[in-house]
């Protein structure tokens, strides 16, 4: 989703919403209650991951990956807040891009008085696939269905990988790929594919892929099972 889309979303149902900003164009003065959506990109990048920064009685950050705040975002936690409190629960899969729908959700949970914690704890601290599920349920209950995403002159999010490696993480396997791909395909034990279509998809998909990492021997067993390819759980590199 990108900053048009949840601003659309959002500044309609909750009076104190601030809009969407960029990791490098903070405000720098508003009154509270405030509530921004902020992109964990600067504004010479198409954006990465959406967060969310509230400040009422004391300031909160929520972020599905649990991250640290970037030194722009706490200088600004600093100023406006002497009291803190931030998520340190990862929520979210790696391979999915619904932070979006974290975000908004959360927000709507704000007006109703919900705190960080109490919204946190609707979340598996290890099942994250049912979580990214449970968000996309929970989201649909005030707004709806989910937009479908454009990213045109504007900061969107992307699947919640470390884009700056070359490792491409998806929920059955780790592929690396090589230099020369522009882009990969991400499956997971959520598309409700079933082995033979879900065979065939990988081949067609991650055949170029240069090696094939699983995250643990047996879902490496079933991988290769699926495609004759050898995977190769991430200890073993």
């Keep these: 989703m990108n900053s048009h889309q949840i601003n659309k979303l959002l500044q309609h149902k909750i009076s104190f919403y601030k809009g969407t900003y960029l990791s490098d164009k903070l405000p720098q003065d508003f009154t509270r209650p405030a509530l921004f959506v902020v992109n964990l990109d600067p504004h010479t990048k198409p954006g990465s991951h959406w967060v969310v920064l509230y400040f009422s009685k004391f300031g909160e950050y929520f972020g599905t990956y649990a991250r640290r705040l970037s030194l722009a975002m706490t200088r600004l936690m600093n100023k406006h807040s002497r009291r803190r409190t931030y998520n340190r629960k990862r929520l979210q899969a790696i391979a999915s891009g619904v932070c979006n729908l974290y975000c908004c959700h959360l927000a709507v949970a704000e007006v109703t008085g919900w705190s960080l914690r109490k ?115 991430p200890r073993e590199e």
């Design 119 to 233: 919204f946190a704890d609707l979340f598996s601290v290890t099942d994250l696939c049912k979580n990214d599920r449970l968000a996309v349920t929970l989201f649909k209950r005030p707004f709806g269905s989910c937009p479908r995403c454009t990213r045109r002159g504007v900061q969107t999010c992307v699947p919640a990988l470390d884009i700056k490696e070359e490792w491409v993480f998806t929920e059955l396997a780790i592929v690396f790929i090589d230099e020369k791909q522009s882009s990969c395909y991400q499956f997971n034990k959520t598309t409700g594919l079933c082995y033979s279509k879900l065979a065939r998809i990988l081949k067609q998909n991650l055949d170029k892929a240069v090696t094939h990492y699983a995250y643990s021997k047996q879902i490496g067993n079933v991988l290769s099972r699926l495609t004759g390819w050898t995977f190769i759980p």
